[in-house]
């Protein structure tokens, strides 16, 4: 069985920092792994993305320079740094994964398995 669980959420000021984990489990071992958020009232958006097999990389272009994605393979635990946080990277942020992408990288047609979700909360 599938599980994905994320951690790490909580309320920070802007310029704050928050590390958001994502523990897989039930997966084969190169998938496409990735974060996703969604604000109220906005759609769901996809914030950027890994390839354990290789460990490529991609990112949203809101957060580019201040997040980063990475794994921990031993764990089969996925991370996302987040510095310098704004405003609007108030948001659900969600964990997905799928072993073969069939669309854009932020499509979340793309993605099979999804996590709860963990709320980041940034404030002035």
């Known amino acids: 069985q599938v599980q994905l669980v994320e951690s790490g959420g909580g309320s920070v000021q802007a310029g704050g920092t928050l590390r958001l984990s994502c523990a897989a489990s039930g997966l084969p071992g190169r998938i496409y792994m990735a974060w996703f958020r969604q604000a109220p009232r906005k759609e769901r958006e996809g914030v950027a993305r890994?390839?354990?097999?290789?460990?490529?990389?991609l990112y949203a272009d809101s957060v580019k320079g201040r997040f980063t994605i990475s794994q921990d393979t031993a764990k089969n635990t996925m991370y996302l740094q987040m510095n310098n946080l704004k405003l609007e990277d108030t948001a659900m942020y969600y964990c997905a994964a799928v072993q073969a992408v069939g669309y854009a990288w932020s499509d979340l047609r793309s993605y099979r398995y999804w996590g709860q979700g963990t709320q980041v909360t940034v404030s002035s």
């Open positions: 890994i390839y354990t097999g290789s460990g490529s990389v």
